[in-house]
């Protein structure tokens, strides 16, 4: 008890020193995530991981939205690139769909799934994974993100915004559906990138080497490589 004491005087006569300077506020400096300034912080650790695993985005894909990412990492190694989405509005998507509804996706279709943060914005996530699952070709590969410590979406998102991960609840829900020893899983983030996040910064207007530096105490971006067996 003694301890806790000591270290919270030790906190408070350290932080008048503290300059917050542009975050003393208790406004952002974007509620867009960024996106409203440049490239935001969590686009450059989910593009990062698209890089480092653009071998396995071949043949045909299923993104969510459009294919953008499909196009941008997976190129002439992919054969034909479905897009999926909750609106029939959409005229870039293929397939109309909920992934939390089973057989929204046609069985054994997927060489890659390419679905950056999506299923926090599903109430059964478990049922979306096993739908994803399902979707893929024996031997296809899922690459998927999912906020840690993140705003939540002000606009029309916002209101099934329900899940935020950690890499130890990620590794659990996706091995339980795809088993042990098929699901790779990585994380990105530390104080000064979550910081950068939560305020809406751009990555131009912070240094990378800095968003480089991995804390496990601070989990931005969770990153899941599954393989269906």
Not at 19 to 48: A, K, L, M, N, W
Not at 101 to 126: G, R, S
Not at 159 to 174: D, P
Not at 204 to 224: G, H, N, Q, R
Request: proline content about 4%; aromatic content about 10%; charged content about 25%.
């Amino acid at each position: 008890m003694m301890k806790r004491i000591k270290r919270a005087v030790r906190r408070r006569l350290l932080s008048k020193g503290i300059d917050f300077g542009d975050f003393h506020g208790t406004e952002p400096i974007s509620d867009q995530f960024g996106f409203d300034r440049g490239t935001p912080v969590d686009r450059y650790y989910i593009e990062d991981f698209l890089s480092k695993n653009a071998d396995a985005i071949r043949g045909r894909t299923l993104e969510i939205g459009d294919d953008e990412y499909t196009a941008r990492f997976g190129g002439s190694q992919t054969a034909k690139r479905d897009v999926l989405h909750v609106h029939a509005q959409n005229p870039a998507a293929t397939i109309v769909g909920d992934l939390g509804v089973p057989n929204t996706l046609p069985v054994d279709a997927f060489d890659c799934a390419v679905i950056t943060q999506t299923i926090h914005l599903i109430w059964d996530m478990k049922a979306a994974v096993e739908e994803l699952k399902r979707g893929l070709k024996p031997g296809g590969i899922l690459l998927l993100t999912v906020p840690g410590i993140t705003q939540v979406d002000r606009d029309e998102w916002g209101a099934g915004w329900y899940w935020s991960l950690t890499q130890m609840s990620a590794k659990r829900l996706f091995e339980e559906v795809f088993g042990e020893g098929n699901v790779v899983l990585g994380c990105y983030g530390n104080v000064y990138a979550a910081t950068s996040f939560l305020q809406g910064l751009a990555v131009d207007e912070v240094s990378t080497d800095k968003l480089d530096v991995y804390d496990p105490a601070y989990p931005m971006i969770i990153t899941i490589r599954a393989t269906k067996a």
